[in-house]
């Protein structure tokens, strides 16, 4: 990830959560991936590799959340969203190497972005 949006008082603890949706955002097969959280940086390098069983790649998508790591709220700890896309996996499928894709906040300020490196998508068995 490039350019997240600092904090209001130091740099960020950003992790990456990777999982496969379906067109509206709901996810499928229960298939999940979390890296580990990155200190004190804006610009993560994650550096994840990943195999996910993807059935229908015209109706799938991947969707990457980037959160900020156990923010405090009073008693409560939550990670906080801090961006999130989908690629739908033909996309993904179609074309080998980078993808730069923009981070949507959830409320549209659009900070960030994520450059992806796919390097193909292999039948189980190959």
């Known amino acids: 990830a490039r350019g997240l949006k600092p904090k209001l ?7 990456v959560v990777v999982r496969v949706t379906g067109a509206t ?6 298939q999940e991936l979390r890296s580990v959280g990155m200190r004190n940086t804006r610009n993560p390098v994650w550096n994840l ?15 990457f959340e980037v959160r900020q790591d156990d923010v405090s709220q009073g008693l409560f700890i939550v990670d906080e969203l801090i961006g999130v896309c989908r690629v739908p ?3 993904l ?3 080998d190497g980078l993808l ?3 981070l949507d906040r959830p409320l549209g300020d659009g900070l960030g972005h ?7 998508f292999h039948p189980l068995g190959d």
């Open 9 to 15: 008082f130091g740099d960020r603890d950003p992790y």
């Open 25 to 30: 955002g709901e996810p499928r097969g229960g």
């Open 49 to 63: 590799k990943a195999s996910f069983l993807i059935l229908d790649s015209s109706e799938e998508f991947l969707t």
């Open 89 to 91: 996996v033909r996309q």
């Open 93 to 95: 499928a179609e074309q």
């Open 100 to 102: 730069n894709v923009e």
């Open 114 to 120: 994520l450059r992806l490196m796919f390097t193909g």
